[in-house]
């Protein structure tokens, strides 16, 4: 008994020390947030600020040239909506083809969708910004919204690979009660999946609420900035730069990111196990 409390003791302060290592950039800029501009970076401040500046709250929110920071959270909300409606949407009915329905060239066009996965973003960055361009989509959230409806490889792999665990028995029964492919679709198919669509929507907020490239290169005006955008907005070549205003602001932003973690984080293992059911 007194070995396995040895045991018990050294395992809990190992995992405690690993998780205050990991979790010690948050600590740091949840304290910064509370910090004078002045003092953040110096040496001589210690990880708990003195004084404890509460303004940087209010100084934050105010924004950026006369926008608020409730505009630009209100913009990215609106965004990462709509991205992660129709990615749910599209990628849900590309994998169902894929992993359910049979046409000619299926196993090409399934390479051909593996490939586009393995293209870096840089490559094209270029070609699409042109096309957006020519399509007069520039300075609006199109650019940012739209491809969404035309899937995304990830997701499509992560769900053809979980529909494939589903059946086909379930199918073939639908079809005896008289079902066509679309009431297997969204009768059978999507129910059974809610796991890996709560994976997607969780990774889509994630990677839309955090994008910074994106919005750089297709929204010009500051009244349609993302708050990625606006974080960078603090910070100045010219003059000095708000660090106060600019780490408290991201802990807000840092607030939804946790909330949604920690509701679907049980979804999130569970889609990406790719479990589904057992024939």
């Not at 920071?69 to 991205?83: E, M, P, Q, R, S």
């Not at 730069?241 to 973690?261: D, K």
């Amino acid at each position: 008994m007194r070995a396995k409390s040895v045991k018990w003791w050294i395992y809990h302060i190992l995992v405690g020390g690993f998780a205050v290592l990991m979790l010690y950039p948050v600590i740091w800029l949840l304290m910064s947030s509370f910090k004078p501009s002045n003092t953040i970076f110096t040496t001589a401040q210690s990880l708990i600020p003195h004084p404890w500046v509460w303004t940087n709250f209010l100084d934050g929110w105010k924004g950026i040239g006369g926008n608020s920071f409730g505009l630009f959270i209100k913009n990215t909300a609106v965004l990462v909506i709509l991205t992660m409606i129709g990615q749910i949407i599209s990628c849900s009915v590309i994998a169902f083809g894929f992993a359910r329905l049979e046409f000619k060239g299926k196993a090409f066009w399934f390479a051909v969708m593996l490939v586009t996965l393995m293209l870096p973003n840089e490559v094209v960055m270029v070609p699409q910004y042109i096309l957006f361009s020519k399509f007069g989509w520039l300075n609006s959230i199109k650019p940012l919204v739209v491809p969404g409806y035309f899937g995304q490889p990830f997701f499509i792999f992560l769900l053809v690979q979980f529909i494939r665990t589903i059946p086909r028995e379930l199918d073939e029964a639908a079809t005896i009660d008289g079902c066509n492919t679309f009431s297997i679709f969204s009768r059978i198919i999507v129910p059974l999946i809610k796991p890996a669509l709560a994976t997607i929507a969780i990774f889509s907020f994630y990677w839309s609420w955090d994008n910074l490239l994106g919005p750089v290169l297709y929204l010009n005006s500051p009244t349609k900035y993302t708050v990625s955008m606006a974080l960078n907005m603090f910070l100045s070549n010219e003059s000095v730069s708000n660090w106060g205003a600019m780490f408290a602001m991201s802990v807000v932003t840092l607030i939804p990111v946790l909330v949604v973690f920690f509701i679907f984080q049980r979804s999130v293992v569970e889609g990406i196990s790719t479990s589904g059911l057992k024939g």
